[in-house]
């Protein structure tokens, strides 16, 4: 017993083998040298690694120490002891020579028998045979040493026939073992049937987050890219703000030079007269005898009287190139600030429709209230204006005119959504009350002050905005069959764009919005669908 406890002290705990060349860590433990030196590619190169059998950590790995003393007990033991496999099971009772391993225990004997053994063993009734076990004692009553053959169900114990019959359990209700046992395993496969399900439904769980996980990291990595892509326009349509500015700037500088040195051209020119005219003077007034500066001609008088007009007709003319360019100046600096700020802004409302918009919620066209000379589309996504009348009923949210609304409202938040029209030069959209009428005169989009439209005519594709019946010519054409309509419900804004590149504020709508707002369309003689979704910020 002492020579086998001695050789698993000697076992490497990695490969529970004798140890073979044995090292030692830092915190003491030995192990294998070919055992331990694998460990730290399996921990995979963090920066931290731990030992096997105590779980100290180290920065960085030590270096491995020949444990010679064990070196020496291990060849010691291998060259007095040659190893002999162990037998790791029961061994049986009888084979005292050498181990056999055992193939029953006998619970009458409290014996454990291998093959030939159990050949030659008693037959009787008595003696009951078991899977081999070293723990016979535990199959008798403590009490009266007989066998354990039944279950008490009151006390939740195993008991003999003596216990049954004359003991403690008398009277009370009892089952076979074989009885007793298959009825807990029934309990336990029910139970485990529980819990297999409940693993079940929580491996699902785990799956689906981690789905979750996964199109959450790609949506963000998206988001990433495209808001990356968007600072990186942004950048270089201010860089190239910089440059047509700064080539403004040079340009009127040069053109501001050229002006002022005609005006110092003639000033000098001036200045040179001036001069010529001085010196007779100053040679009168430097002489000493007064006869002679008398007899002179009057050139004083005649030199004052031409500069008095000359003076002023050069100074009002100075005087009018330096308010002149003072006022350029001023003008030139004004009309930059406001270019400026005028990009700025464009850019600005590009920014504000792109920027940070999340989860789709698809528009979709109400068949209800689109009129009869109107065709929808199998995913209500596009209007057709058609000749074929379309039979449905007649009821009171229908429109009569070429229209028809979406079926999701809007009471809040901040949304978008695109449209795009084919074959057609005469449509408009827009978003309405739900209680817009539907017939006559005022049911069109912004003919009232329910509805909020953008239209095109069809006369050389003019556009305007409408509301109240008040319409709004735009300085220019779309020339794009995309439109993007923006709502922002507290702000009470309704903004129109033109899908061109870049992106072209149309026109903005400012109101205090009383209802719930749907999306309409009207078209002529063509087709209108919404693009995609709607989204929200």
């Not at 005292?96 to 291998?114: G, I, K, M, N, T």
């Not at 039944?150 to 209700?173: K, N, Q």
């Not at 903005?508 to 209802?515: H, L, M, Q, V």
Request: glycine share 6%; net charge negative; with cysteine.
């Amino acid at each position: 017993m002492a020579s086998a406890d001695l050789r698993r002290e000697l076992n490497c705990s990695i490969c529970m083998d004798i140890y073979t060349d044995p090292v030692t860590l830092r915190c003491g433990h030995n192990f294998c040298r070919v055992c331990i030196d694998g460990l730290p590619d399996t921990e995979g190169g963090y920066g931290e690694y731990f030992c096997p059998e105590c779980r100290t950590t180290f920065q960085r790995w030590p270096p491995l120490q020949k444990n010679i003393t064990l070196c020496n007990v291990v060849e010691k033991v291998q060259s007095t002891q040659p190893y002999q496999e162990e037998i790791t099971g029961i061994c049986c009772t009888y084979c005292v020579d050498s181990p056999v391993p055992a193939v029953r225990s006998c619970l009458h004997c409290e014996a454990s028998l291998c093959d030939n053994h159990l050949r030659v063993h008693s037959k009787g009734p008595e003696h009951v045979l078991t899977d081999p076990s070293i723990s016979l004692e535990t199959r008798k009553c403590s009490v009266h040493k007989e066998l354990l053959k039944y279950y008490c169900t009151e006390d939740a114990a195993c008991i003999c026939v003596s216990c049954s019959l004359a003991g403690e359990h008398r009277g009370h209700r009892v089952e076979m073992l074989e009885e007793a046992s298959e009825k807990k395993k029934e309990k336990l496969r029910n139970v485990l049937q529980k819990l297999i399900r409940k693993r079940k439904k929580t491996t699902e769980r785990l799956q689906n987050q981690e789905e979750h996980k996964r199109k959450a990291k790609e949506k963000a990595a998206g988001e990433a890219k495209r808001i990356t892509a968007l600072f990186i326009d942004i950048r270089r349509r201010v860089d190239d703000l910089e440059k047509r500015v700064l080539s403004d700037i040079s340009r009127r500088e040069e053109d501001m030079s050229l002006s002022l040195s005609d005006v110092i051209c003639q000033l000098e020119i001036k200045k040179d007269e001036l001069s010529r005219k001085m010196r007779p003077i100053e040679e009168l007034c430097n002489m000493t005898d007064p006869l002679t500066v008398l007899q002179e001609p009057d050139i004083g008088a005649l030199c004052d009287s031409e500069g008095e007009g000359g003076d002023e007709d050069t100074g009002g003319h100075d005087g009018g190139d330096e308010d002149t360019g003072g006022h350029d100046g001023d003008d030139w600096g004004a009309e930059l600030i406001s270019h400026i700020s005028h990009t700025l802004s464009a850019m600005i409302r590009d920014i504000n429709v792109t920027f940070h918009v999340e989860g789709p919620a698809d528009i979709l066209l109400d068949v209800n209230t689109a009129a009869n000379n109107l065709l929808i589309s199998d995913d209500l996504k596009t209007a057709t204006c058609t000749w074929n009348i379309q039979n449905r009923p007649e009821t009171a949210e229908r429109f009569q005119y070429i229209q028809v609304m979406s079926g999701r409202r809007f009471t809040s938040g901040r949304h978008y959504w695109d449209v795009e029209i084919s074959g057609s030069v005469w449509w408009s959209v827009g978003m309405c009350y739900p209680s817009i009428d539907r017939r006559g005169d005022q049911s069109p989009i912004g003919n009232n002050n329910k509805s909020w439209g953008l239209y095109r005519g069809r006369v050389l594709n003019l556009c305007s905005v409408k509301h109240d019946n008040n319409e709004i010519p735009l300085p220019h054409q779309i020339s794009s069959d995309r439109v993007r309509i923006c709502l922002d419900y507290e702000a009470g804004q309704l903004s129109f764009y033109e899908l061109c590149d870049p992106i072209r504020h149309l026109h903005t709508f400012t109101a205090a919005f009383s209802e719930p707002l749907h999306a309409v369309l009207c078209v002529y003689r063509g087709s209108i669908m919404i693009l995609g979704s709607s989204y929200e910020e």
